[in-house]
């Protein structure tokens, strides 16, 4: 092939989007087949050469749900609400471990996708939302356990449980939210990777998981409500063991939150997106 030969082969440039809300979210269905094969493939790493395999899936929140059981129903005597507190803490446990395991995967996504992302063009926003879905594998085989515990303690669903994929879709955008903020802050200071596990352990102390919102005073339930989470956590009781109802004004203010996080997530990811290759 000669010089003239070569001139004449189109050329396909690839530019970043301009202009503040030309995200070009659409072409996140065209790449929907990466998506599962980040996820699939996640999954597989996940359990590879592990003795139980997916059984981490249920001993993790297990466990957690036996030292939240002893240490703040027996001992510290904090109240549930009239539920048993194994099922009420378990219930809060599902959607939390969810989340934390999201965002922590969604965080430092890209870091750990760095090898992908230098050499293959593709929508940069696949990968947080792939590390985002992984964990909800994990959500629902442990899933399984809490439908055992409410069998042992005589609790019927509600049908309030058709209400239960909103809140799954607003714990999966809470965390996909923060991280499309912290994943590019993640390619620029390695900090994040250790400010993450920090992060979670206070936002959990934050959220209704081992104590109910009852305990908060009513004045100041507005406030704690711009925590995404607790819409979530009183919605799963809600839905699935008939807790008082939190209310349009707690999910209201909560949706609003990450509607608000997730917006200005996507627009400061974009702008960084074309960024990412050259400071990995």
Do not use: C
């Not at 659409?26 to 999954?43: G, K, M, N, P, T």
């Not at 993790?60 to 939240?68: G, N, W």
């Not at 925590?227 to 349009?248: C, D, Q």
């Amino acid at each position: 092939m000669g010089i003239e030969d070569r001139e004449t082969i189109p050329k396909l440039v690839i530019q970043p989007q301009r202009g503040l809300l030309q995200l070009d979210l659409a072409s996140l269905w065209q790449y929907r087949e990466l998506i599962y094969f980040l996820v699939w493939r996640d999954v597989k790493v996940r359990y590879k050469q592990t003795l139980i395999g997916v059984a981490w899936a249920i001993i993790q929140p297990l466990t957690t749900m036996i030292i939240f059981t002893v240490v703040f129903g027996k001992l510290a005597k904090i109240p549930s609400d009239g539920l048993p507190y194994p099922v009420f803490a378990y219930t809060a446990l599902l959607p939390w471990n969810y989340f934390s395991s999201a965002l922590m995967r969604s965080g430092t996504s890209l870091v750990g996708n760095s090898g992908l992302i230098t050499k293959v063009y593709f929508p940069r926003l696949v990968v947080p939302l792939a590390a985002a879905t992984t964990p909800a594998v994990d959500f629902a085989v442990s899933f399984t356990i809490l439908l055992g515990l409410m069998a042992y303690y005589g609790i019927t669903p509600t049908l309030y449980l058709i209400y239960l994929p909103f809140f799954m879709l607003l714990a999966l955008l809470t965390a996909l939210s923060v991280g499309l903020w912290l994943s590019p802050l993640h390619i620029m200071f390695r900090d994040v990777g250790y400010l993450l596990p920090f992060l979670t352990q206070i936002w959990m102390y934050a959220s209704p998981v081992v104590y109910p919102v009852s305990l908060v005073p009513e004045q100041w339930r507005w406030a704690y409500s711009l925590n995404p989470m607790v819409g979530v956590i009183e919605g799963f009781r809600w839905a699935l063991l008939g807790k008082e109802n939190p209310g349009i004004a707690v999910i209201g203010v909560s949706a609003s939150m990450v509607l608000i996080i997730f917006i200005g997530g996507v627009i400061f990811f974009k702008r960084m997106e074309n960024t990412f290759a050259d400071k990995m």
